[in-house]
């Protein structure tokens, strides 16, 4: 008898690899600059490692708590209230995860039952729809302002329906690093006021904001707050992408649903990391400073660019800088993003992945968060172009 391979549905006929996957292995395999996958070209702080190494040598190598290491939860409670003005209990509201990612997973799996609609807003960063997809969800898709990527509340109101379970939020926003506005907190408390409607707030890019603007949370929204999963990750505020470390923030009857799958999804995360990110959190300038550390960045690549035939769109904040080369090829983006990174030798991240449609527009995401030297050398690349 032949052995037959099993025939079975795939939950995500749409999905192949992530773009982000995609575009570092070309990056990789044609010796490219990678600005596509968003991630620093520079190491995290020194004093952070040795935290890493102190308790890994003092025996802090077993199973964390599931939700978390007590100091480190209450360091992030201790955070958010002063920064945003909300307590979250760190024994029933704060969970600790490995990544944003995991958190996103976890809270919408937590959440979306088969035939929920969710809504989402186009672009979309990559994780959601296929986190809604494979809990039997709906993704309902709005369109952010092509212009500007800001919000049209009222086609939020025309989409919601009786099924709707779930708005997804992500200020500041990758790709396009828009900024949440007071106004859209207003609305927002609006459209939901009354209903059964959750919010997931991806807040990963929270200390990431520009030009003396101040990133908005919505742990600050008294109403928002008590409907919300308050997402973040350290990855983004410390340089340590691959630790993979985040967290969430939700009221009690929230993080009680939240923690039930979390334990059977990955039960703890990394635990002398946790015990370290405690400590070095106790030091504010850190994150303080990542907005100036990270403006820097974004002026000097937009000036070593500005005599190329790119046009730069607004970036407000997270370290991304969006692309216009309709100046320079009529190419399809991914195509055009397939070149940058083949023949021009600077990897890029095409837009359209981010679509339900994948539309292409002339446009492309740049990651700033690399060396100046790195960022003057692919800036005089691109500039010839
Ligand atoms: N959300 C957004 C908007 C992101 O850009 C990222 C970047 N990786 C994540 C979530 C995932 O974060 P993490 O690496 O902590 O899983
Ligand atoms: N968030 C990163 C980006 O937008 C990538 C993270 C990932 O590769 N999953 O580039």
Redesign the pocket.
Known sequence: MKNQIPNFKTKLPEWGTSI?TVMSKMAADHNAINLAQ??PDFNCDDDLLELVQHYQKKGFNQYAPMPGVPVLRRAISEKIEKLYGKFYDPESEITV????????YTAITSVVKKGDEAIVFEPV?D?YVPDILSNGGKPVYIPLNPKDYTYDWEKVRNKISDNTKLIIL?SP???TGSLLSNDDIEELEKITNGTEILIIS?E??EHIVFDGAKHISLSESEALAKRTFV??????TYHT?GW???FCAAPEYLTSEFRKMHQFIVFSSNTPIQFAYADFMKNEEKYLSLSDFYQKKRDLFTSEIQNSNFVTKDCAG?Y?QLLDYSEISDLPDMQFAEYMTKKVGVAVIPLSPFYEKRQSQPIIRVCFAKTDEVLKKSASIISKL
């Open positions: 982000f968003g991630f995860t490995s990544g944003a990612t995991q958190a996103l960063y994780s992500n926003h990758n790709p991806d990963v890019y997402i973040s990750s350290f990855g983004k992408t993979k470390m985040g997270t991304f």
